[in-house]
């Protein structure tokens, strides 16, 4: 079996290729039960078939379809049990409706759980990356406002240019006191993100997960 799924996965990677070409050979001996299990246990679609029957119209081929879907139905049920939904989820995968109605009612609450456990952490890393940004941006202004004090008592430095600096350095100065305003609320966005994921990952413990 591992030897079919070896061989099945090899053919999908050519199908998918863009440019991807099959021999005779390949649309004449590939199993097909084999490669319509690969793409059941990923969660594909039937429009896959469709992707091998062009790929070996060239050559004159019909791929086995009765093989190729028998052998999906058996990987779908590999794919669509509740790990791998929370695993779909989690990842940020989008479910493509595959699995029949004696799995699918199980598979989605876990998908549900997984699909909100990576929006929990989208946000969170939203938040860290948002701080971050804002406290880069703080570093540069006070940089900028500690080469504008250089200038500013500087003896080649004219009145006119001093006037000029001591408005730039209010310009960066108000500027600085605004994202630190933002910085505080972004803290506690981060904060209330975090405790989010914690309750929520608790509760995927307590669940199992």
């Given at each position: ?19 991807a070409v099959m021999s005779e050979e390949e649309c004449i001996y590939s199993d ?178």
């Amino acid at each position: 079996m591992k030897a079919r799924r070896l061989i099945a996965l090899i053919l999908i990677g050519l199908i998918v290729s863009s440019c991807a070409v099959m021999s005779e050979e390949e649309c004449i001996y590939s199993d097909w039960n084999a490669v319509g299990y690969e793409d059941g246990a990923e969660g594909r679609s039937s429009d896959r078939f469709g992707d091998y029957r062009r790929a070996c119209a060239d050559h004159s081929i019909t791929p086995d379809f009765q093989a190729w879907q028998n052998g999906r139905e058996q990987g779908l049920v590999e794919y669509c049990q509740p790990s791998r939904g929370f695993q779909v989820g989690q990842s940020g995968s989008t479910y493509s409706g595959v699995c029949n109605s004696n799995l699918e009612a199980d598979f989605l609450d876990a998908y549900r759980l997984g699909i909100e456990l990576y929006s929990l952490r989208s946000n969170l890393n939203a938040a860290m990356s948002q701080l971050n940004s804002n406290e880069r941006t703080l570093q540069r202004i006070d940089e900028d406002i500690n080469e504008i004090e250089v200038l500013i008592i500087s003896d080649g430095t004219t009145a006119l240019e001093r006037v000029r600096l001591l408005a730039e350095m209010k310009d960066l100065s108000e500027l600085s006191g605004e994202l630190k305003l933002e910085a505080e609320l972004l803290i506690e966005a981060r904060t209330i993100a975090e405790l989010e994921l914690t309750d929520f990952e608790m509760s995927l413990v307590q669940a199992g997960f």
